[in-house]
């Protein structure tokens, strides 16, 4: 079976431009959860869905960041404009039955750099 | 949050030594769990420990929980080029959120 898909996997743009990572999750799965990670403060949630509903965001870090879940079988999140300091790897991961109890799989991540 | 502290940050060794990397917290763990992320993919899940004092193993490596819960530790025996990878600890604070520490990178040398 596919595990989580996620593309690009890897983005180089500039400041200012806007960016949209894509994220499939594992069919059946109805959680879903995008993630950050630099080297500086490690992996980070980011915002979690739950059957496509966001449930918590406090980790995006500003405005300029939006996550959507418009059906069960894909997610986007959408930086605009790019700053050089959101450059990362994103991870987008899921998991099965309400409430992420079970285990997170995670995709392979985006590596974005902005310059 | 718990803060999760991991130690060392970074591990190089020769193939078939043994290792040990640690995991702490000034806070009482509910569950801990491990993962292994290779280098360009996703971490991937390798233990779940929830009972104080509980040890768990899968193939060469050992997984301890601290008998009061606040801290954990893996131990690799006979490590392997393979094994090469970041390993993260993670707590959950409520029922889907995962908390991470910075992780170990363990690089094992042929």
């Known amino acids: 079976d596919a595990g989580v898909i996620q593309s690009p996997r890897h983005e180089v743009t500039e400041m200012g431009q806007e960016v949209t990572l894509r994220c499939k999750p594992i069919?059946?799965?109805?959680?879903l959860f995008w993630y950050r990670q630099t080297m500086m403060r490690g992996l980070e949630l980011l915002i979690y869905?739950?059957?496509?509903?966001?449930?918590?965001d406090s980790g995006m870090p500003e405005d300029r960041f939006s996550a959507k879940m418009p059906n069960a079988s894909f997610s986007t999140l959408k930086i605009q404009p790019s700053e050089p300091r959101d450059s990362a790897v994103y991870f987008c991961?899921?998991?099965?039955?309400?409430?992420?109890?079970?285990?997170?799989?995670f995709g392979p991540g985006t590596r974005l750099t902005v310059l | 949050t718990q803060l999760l502290e991991q130690s060392p940050q970074f591990l190089s060794i020769q193939e078939g030594e043994n290792l040990t990397v640690y995991c702490n917290s000034s806070?009482?763990?509910?569950?801990l769990q491990w993962y292994r992320q290779e280098p360009g993919e996703g971490p991937v899940l390798l233990v779940t420990?929830?009972?104080?004092?509980e040890v768990k193993k899968l193939k060469r490596l050992t997984f301890q929980f601290g008998d009061a819960r606040k801290d954990s530790s893996l131990h690799i025996t006979a490590a392997q080029p393979g094994d090469t990878g970041l390993y993260l600890c993670?707590?959950?604070?409520?029922?889907?959120?995962?908390?991470f520490g910075a992780g170990t990178t363990v690089t094992v040398r042929a």
């Open positions: 806070s009482v763990f509910s569950s």
């Open positions: 993670a707590t959950r604070s409520n029922d889907y959120k995962l908390s």
């Open positions: 991961a899921s998991s099965s039955r309400g409430g992420g109890s079970n285990e997170q799989f």
């Open positions: 069919s059946g799965h109805n959680s």
């Open positions: 869905f739950n059957n496509n509903v966001p449930i918590d």
């Open positions: 420990v929830v009972t104080g004092g």
